[in-house]
């Protein structure tokens, strides 16, 4: 359970009982075989978890111990109904971009990353966790969760009729600290991915938003048990107005609408309607206009100004950004002056600024009439004078500064100042040098920041006081670090002091507060992480464990390979987050914080390390560093050899070897190595990876040179010459899976050239796949399962034995394939017959194609054009696919498949038992093709008459003239050339799934 989960719930004997107006709609109970407790760090065993969405609050139901769980609605989830209410819990991995659910209900918990969250079937809770995240619920009513630090996350659910999609806000932010918004589609600056118009859900003070179309969600739930419907969306959206770079007036439109500034100084004029302004960075003036208007206060704002004065009907607020709570700001007066950029004079004030930072807004007090901080904290205007405190400040050169008897706000120069807080609720802001801090009576805060200092806090609370430390904007709980020392050297007079004392310190710095044991109740962070007594406590009374196991680092140490850092670290104490920085020679390379790190050119000679740190149970920072790799060795070799007999080893890289004439062995080893033989027998042997061997003429190539070793890749002899040759290839050229004619050293040959070339491979001893250029070549395959494609020009495609695919690209190109020599398949994209011992065809695009077949059984696939099919004799299947297609299956019994469109079955050959069709797939809209050349009694051409066709169960002909008779319990189609006469009826096909025939569905020809 995590620190505050307390505020959601309480455990009544047997009975969980959630704290209004929490729903259950705004949790989920999800099963895990083996649960640790975050504090403690002890394994519980498998059991039911309750976690409330948008939160870390976690509670571990220990089976037997609660009997049931208790919403403020009066829902109750009795402990016999948790094995069906639990979800399947699925959470990314570091590094992992894709997670899917099952077809039941799911609890997708995305990590740090940029993921695509899929839930596929069930009513799934999706929560992208940090970073730019895809999510898509699938079918049922899905769950989306939006909370701080969530980033920017796209909803591309569409949810049916019967879906209720929902968007669930995290505990303590309510309908006035969001915004909606519409948003026009483009690219994903991220990703590049096509974002569609839609609205945005942003919660104010951060980018932290879900987008989505106005189908995707129903409606939006807040914890104070507010509930927009998508019928509200339309009203409650503002109009999204960005500043642009260099731009330093934004004005609003007579409605409500979200200003939102650039980096620049800027005044923004909301005008009518209730606005939000965000001023973004910079020092900016704000003014909402009529209407009751938004400010936001968050990190990296700037110092901005409010010149909005409420009437009697305004409602003005200022909504500070999510995770900074109460105790993280001040409140002071400050008179008024000129502004010290602009020179503008500000008008006295209150000023509302986030401790440890120069972000603030200064309003007048009839300008604003609340303060909403996200932990559901409301301050009213009737509170600010009681709120405020008086702001002191050092001059240069002072190096005391002492407070009233009342709350003030101290804040220290650059030197080594004292500063005495007296009586009241005191903040205490050193700023730079090592200062000395005593707040003296009340609750005071103290202010860790960077570039502050070493600063000592003398303060000794008494039972009333509640003493604190709030640590500055931008500085996470995993960038400090708390332990005890029982020496020290002052920092002010440089002697060294024996005395037990707590220390928080900024890592990697000198920044850092010290203090007494009882001196400070707890530590607040800017991400609302909080760290009480217990955690404080457990630093100063006990030794810290520190971590065992080491740190591992795998892969050569060369330019172009990637290092995998893996860990065996256990700590008694806990381990939180596993943070990596790799490190060159010592010093940390910027932006490889991930578990794997690519090698550079520039890390060549230097040896490389990672350095994993973490914060245990008790908030301590803990770091493990490998051992370092030998150093990086170069990579990517070109070596160019000598009319004589060369040898080349390559390196670990991407290597290009020449050898040039003489009788040459080239060894690539692994990597994507460029081989290129030359004159004379050589030995080449790229080795693992892709390698790329190089002939550019044919009589380069008189014996067997080709002799890949590699287990890994796709290798690629490529072939080019200036005159018509043909390339052999011998018994002895091995470890190829690709011959190309073309030229170029790229992934893909430039195979634009005419010339005609050829390529016999047909001595090889194993497939390949073979690849022309623009001229007519001739490709000779395997006795194994090869692929020629010709590409452009007129080609002649020999396969060999083996199960050979040919792609056709030229209604003149011939495929040749021998008796019983596999089933092959030609890929065309041009009208095709098939040859001789030849069993698939597969017309490709959407061009209206002619397919044909030849006497063995054939399959032929039609594109999405009308495709005529027509199999000839052999028992045939014939697929249309789409488009309005003519499938005739000839003599034989066939298989027939229209797909989508209208299609047309023909039938014009001998009639008999060996030449019955199946139709798959008859659908209205489609027609039966009878040729009366075959069918000699049905001498009209067009529709076939009414009077010509009888259907019933018995199949049989009704009257003389019932010729074409359909069998309702069968499906059989039947011609009967007397009718009802004594001559036995002839079927010609069986309907698959019995449709619904009439005469209208029949042709005449």
Same mark, same amino acid.
């Given at each position: ?28 109970? =999800? ?323 986030? #401790? ?145 004392? =707590?220390? #928080? ?71 939180? =987050? ?42 301590? #920072? ?88 590699? =287990? ?294």
């Amino acid at each position: 359970m995590d620190e505050n989960a307390t505020t959601y719930w309480s455990i009544q004997a047997d009975q969980l009982v959630m704290a209004p107006p929490l729903g259950p709609h705004q949790v989920v109970l =999800t099963y895990v075989d083996n649960w640790v407790d975050p504090l403690s760090g002890m394994y519980l065993g498998g059991g039911f978890v309750l976690r409330v969405l948008g939160s870390n609050a976690a509670q571990f139901l220990t089976p037997g111990q609660i009997g049931s769980i208790t919403f403020a609605d009066g829902t109750t989830w009795n402990e016999t109904e948790f094995p069906q209410m639990a979800t399947a819990f699925m959470q990314t991995m570091p590094g992992q971009t894709f997670v899917g659910g099952s077809w039941g209900a799911d609890y997708l918990q995305g990590g740090s990353g940029n993921e695509t969250l899929l839930g596929n079937d069930g009513n799934d809770v999706l929560d992208g966790g940090a970073g730019n995240d895809w999510l898509d619920g699938g079918y049922g009513s899905d769950t989306y969760v939006l909370k701080a630090g969530g980033g920017s996350d796209t909803v591309i659910d569409f949810a049916g009729y019967q879906d209720n999609n929902r968007i669930v806000v995290a505990p303590g932010i309510g309908p006035d600290q969001v915004a909606l918004f519409w948003s026009e589609g483009g690219p994903d600056p991220l990703t590049g991915q096509y974002i569609p118009s839609g609205f945005v859900l942003r919660l104010l003070g951060s980018n932290d938003e879900l987008r989505f179309q106005p189908d995707g969600i129903n409606e939006v739930l807040f914890s104070d048990g507010s509930t927009w419907s998508a019928a509200d969306f339309p009203q409650l959206a503002t109009a999204f107005m960005p500043a642009m770079p260099g731009q330093d007036f934004l004005g609003g439109s007579w409605q409500a609408d979200y200003l939102q500034g650039a980096g620049g100084n800027e005044t923004i004029v909301g005008n009518d309607g209730n606005d939000v302004l965000d001023g973004g960075a910079g020092n900016d003036w704000l003014d909402g206009g009529y209407g009751s208007d938004t400010y936001v206060l968050k990190a990296g704002g700037g110092s901005d100004t409010v010149l909005d004065f409420a009437n009697y009907q305004d409602n003005n607020r200022i909504v500070v950004a999510p995770g900074i709570s109460p105790d993280q700001v001040a409140l002071f007066w400050s008179e008024g002056g000129p502004d010290p950029l602009t020179g503008q004079y500000i008008p006295s004030g209150f000023v509302l600024r986030l #401790l440890g930072s120069n972000d603030e807004i200064r309003f007048q007090p009839d300008a604003v009439q609340e303060v909403l901080f996200g932990n559901g904290t409301v301050w009213n205007s009737a509170q600010f004078p009681q709120l405020s405190m008086a702001f002191m400040q050092a001059m240069p050169g002072q190096d005391f500064l002492g407070g009233s008897w009342q709350a003030d706000y101290l804040q220290g120069g650059s030197g080594n100042e004292t500063l005495l807080g007296t009586d009241g609720n005191d903040v205490l802001d050193g700023g730079a040098g090592n200062d000395w801090l005593d707040g003296g009576y009340g609750s005071d805060t103290y202010v860790l920041k960077a570039g502050g200092g070493s600063d000592t806090v003398l303060d000794f609370a008494n039972y009333q006081d509640n003493n604190r430390i709030v640590v500055a904007p931008g500085i996470s709980p995993d960038q400090v670090e708390l332990y005890v020392q029982d020496h020290h050297v002052d920092p002010i007079t440089g002697q060294t002091v024996f005395q037990l004392q =707590t220390v #928080l310190r900024l890592s990697g710095t000198q920044d850092e507060i010290r203090f007494l044991d009882d001196t400070i109740q707890s530590i607040v962070f800017a991400d609302g992480t909080r760290w009480g007594r217990e955690i404080i406590q457990a630093a100063a009374l006990r030794p810290n464990s520190g971590p065992t196991g080491e740190v591992l680092v795998q892969g050569e140490a060369e330019a172009g390979q990637t290092l995998l850092a893996s860990h065996t670290l256990a700590d008694a104490d806990g381990m939180g =987050t596993v943070h990596y920085q790799w490190r060159v020679d010592g010093n940390a390379i910027e932006g490889a914080t991930e578990d794997h790190y690519t090698l550079r050119a520039t890390d060549v000679s230097q040896t490389v390390d990672v350095e994993v740190r973490y914060v245990d149970g008790y908030g301590a #920072l803990e770091a493990v560093t490998s051992a370092s790799t030998a150093p990086v060795a170069p990579t990517n070799l070109n070596w160019t050899g000598s009319a004589g007999a060369d040898i080349f080893i390559g390196s670990l890289g991407h290597d290009t070897l020449n050898g040039q004439a003489g009788n040459d062995t080239l060894t690539g080893r692994s990597g994507n190595d460029v081989l290129i033989g030359g004159a004379g027998v050589d030995r080449l042997d790229g080795g693992d990876g892709s390698d790329l061997y190089l002939v550019s003429i044919a009589s380069e190539h008189t014996a067997a040179e080709f002799a890949d070793s590699g =287990t890994q890749g796709v290798d690629e002899v490529r072939f080019a010459a200036t005159a018509s040759s043909t390339l052999t290839l011998y018994a002895g050229d091995a470890g190829v899976e690709r011959v190309v004619i073309g030229t170029g050293i790229g992934a893909e040959a430039i195979s634009s050239g005419t010339l005609s070339l050829h390529v016999n491979a047909a001595a090889v001893g194993n497939g390949l796949t073979m690849v022309g250029n623009a001229g007519n070549n001739r490709l000779t395959g395997t006795a194994f399962a090869d692929t020629l494609d010709g590409c452009l020009g007129i080609d002649t495609l020999v396969g060999g034995a083996g199960n050979d695919t040919y792609w056709v690209n030229h209604a003149s190109d011939v495929v040749s394939e021998g008796t019983g020599a596999g089933t092959d398949t030609v890929m065309a994209t041009v009208g095709f017959t098939l040859s001789g011992n030849v069993e698939r065809l597969t017309l490709l695009g959407t061009a209206a194609l002619n397919g044909n077949g030849n006497t063995l059984d054939n399959w032929l696939i039609g594109n999405e054009g009308a495709n005529l099919l027509s199999g000839l004799t052999g028992n045939d299947v014939l697929d249309g696919g789409a488009g309005a297609d003519k499938l005739n299956g000839g003599r034989g019994n066939d298989v027939l498949t229209g797909g989508a469109g209208n299609d047309v079955f023909r039938f014009a050959d001998t009639l008999g038992s060996t030449n019955v069709d199946t139709v798959t797939d008859w659908a209205v809209g489609d027609r039966f093709e009878l040729e009366n050349a075959i069918f000699t009694r049905l001498t009209s051409t067009g529709a076939l008459a009414s009077t010509r066709f009888a259907a019933n169960d018995m199949g049989r002909a009704m009257d003389a003239n019932d010729h074409v008779v359909y069998n309702t319990t069968t499906g059989a189609l039947s011609y009967d050339a007397d009718g009802s006469g004594a001559g036995a009826a002839v079927q010609i096909a069986t309907l698959v799934g019995i449709p619904t025939l009439s005469a209208a569905d029949f042709t005449i020809t």
